[in-house]
């Protein structure tokens, strides 16, 4: 085999107990349709012939030092505890170390485990693009996120609500897979030494400067809480921000029913089984610390006093939706040119987010018109924008180089619904050009592009997507 990725598998030395061991299960006629060769150089991953790429990556061929599996968790799902999830349809080839970072390469859509619960383990086309897309242009957004390495399709259908669709499988990288589900399933489970031994994986994985859980519960706060500040940054909403799509390394993972907003209101709530909006986008900060205090009660039996602990856990948490406001505070203020905004500037973000919710501006146009248009034309009254303006023009006086600012702040270009529809509706019908060509402006969404106007122009009433769903 040609193909060479330059496995170190630690997860898979852990307890038995920790996964399920088994291959990904072979498909039909495996057809490699996307391949990130620039992530696959920064992984050390030596390429093959299209035809082995097409075979590995789709489950059909294990690579050398490849040790195969699906990880075990739990998770609340909307609240409610599910005791045991794990990987459905994905399997864990392995680890790969890059710059003394370890990332995981992992199929999904690869067929059913233990963990399926009635699923046949499998994902159609649109939702392994959609994830391909919206990854990738989230890394370009400077966003901590999981990647695509490759999108192959499998030859056979897939069978959903809508009848038979094209079956493919999503290679997705990511520092790891471990949520804070995986913590969840042995607490709930009182099982101590399995509890240590993750807490001790993760601590010399992800945060080896951390000498103790209570150390780790304020570390993985403090880059959840940027995370999330950092998404709405950029009008992102997850969409399933359950516990078991929280990871531990502070990245953006499962891209199911997201979205990003076009026009604005901080209720905003996409997903079709987020029901009452417990994921809308203004309550991500506290559905963050709520999913940081189910964290926190894991890790308790760690402790050796529990009840200091719980009163020192419950401390911390209770502090991190301040975490996330001041770093909201400061990316906001840097989207409208101040370089270091402070409480005091805090009123003027919030007027102009209050201004843009009344008239349903545009989010992303809005804020880089700022400095790159004519942002009065984004409202449905510019008058209640002159208003503001005025005030803001003032402030701007005491900023050097404002406009940069604002430039390096606030994309030209996101992953928009329709478009993102659109790409899903041609790859279906055999045409994948409007898959690369996205892919191609989203690697740069600061630089405007005079041949891509309409990739930031905001859907029409028709073309809106009110809705999105599970990539399943």
């Known amino acids: ?32 349709i996307a391949f990130n060769d620039v992530l696959a150089r920064d992984l050390g991953i030596i390429t093959g012939s299209e035809d082995e790429m097409a075979r590995v990556f789709a ?51 690869s067929g ?4 399926s619960r009635m699923g046949d383990g499998r994902a159609w086309l649109g939702p392994v693009l959609r994830e391909y897309v919206v990854s990738e242009a989230m890394h370009a957004l400077g966003i901590p996120t999981s990647r695509a390495l490759a999108a192959t399709l499998t030859g056979e259908s897939v069978f959903r609500d809508t009848g038979a669709l094209p079956g493919a499988v999503l290679t997705r990288v990511a520092q790891s897979h471990i949520r804070v589900g995986t913590f969840q399933f042995f607490a ?18 992800h945060y080896p400067e951390v000498t103790s859980p209570a150390e780790l519960l304020d570390a993985v706060i403090a880059r959840q809480a940027r995370l999330v500040a950092q998404w709405m940054s950029v009008g992102f909403i997850h969409g399933v921000m359950n516990t078991d799509n929280t990871t531990l390394s502070g990245e953006t993972i499962d891209y199911g029913p997201c979205a990003f907003m076009d026009a604005y209101h901080p209720d905003t709530v996409f997903s079709s089984i987020d029901m009452h909006g417990r994921y809308a986008f203004a309550n991500q900060p506290n559905v963050i610390a709520w ?38 505070r400061a990316l906001f203020g840097r989207k409208i040119g101040l370089a270091d905004a402070t409480s005091e500037d805090e009123p003027m973000i ?26 009065r034309d984004e409202f449905l009254d510019p008058t209640a924008f002159d208003a503001w303006e005025k005030d803001w023009r003032e402030r701007l006086e005491q900023e050097q180089a404002p406009d940069d600012v604002m430039r390096a702040a606030n994309p030209v270009y996101i992953p928009r619904n329709h ?9 279906v019908a055999g045409d994948m050009a409007p898959f690369h060509r996205l892919c191609e402006v989203l690697a740069e969404p600061y630089r405007s592009r ?8 905001p859907p029409e009433p028709s073309e809106a997507v009110q809705q999105t769903f599970c990539g399943t």
Do not use: C
């Open 1 to 32: 085999m040609n193909l060479q990725i330059p496995f170190d598998n630690s997860y898979a030395r852990l307890p038995d107990r920790f996964f399920t061991r088994q291959p990904p299960v072979p498909v039909k006629a495996p057809q490699l």
């Open 59 to 109: 489950g059909n061929a294990i690579p050398t030092g490849a040790d195969p599996l699906a990880q075990v968790y739990a998770g609340h799902q909307f609240g409610g505890f599910s005791p045991q999830l794990g990987d459905g349809r994905a399997n864990l080839l392995g680890e790969v170390a890059s710059n003394g970072t370890r990332f995981d390469i992992q199929l999904k859509g």
């Open 112 to 115: 059913p485990t233990p963990y």
């Open 188 to 205: 709930a489970r009182r099982d101590l030494p399995a509890l240590q031994a993750l807490y001790e994986h993760v601590v010399e994985r």
């Open 291 to 328: 999913n940081m205090a189910q964290l926190a009660t894991a890790l308790v039996p760690l402790m050796p006093d529990q009840d200091k602990a719980v009163e020192e856990f419950t401390n911390a948490v209770h502090a991190m939706p301040g975490q996330v406001h001041d770093t909201w």
């Open 350 to 375: 919030v007027s102009l987010l209050d201004t843009m919710a009344a008239s349903r501006a545009d989010f992303t146009n809005t804020f880089r018109a700022l400095s790159d248009g004519k942002p």
């Open 419 to 427: 478009r993102v529809e659109q790409m899903i509706a041609a790859a």
């Open 450 to 457: 005079s041949n891509a106007a309409d990739l930031a122009r």
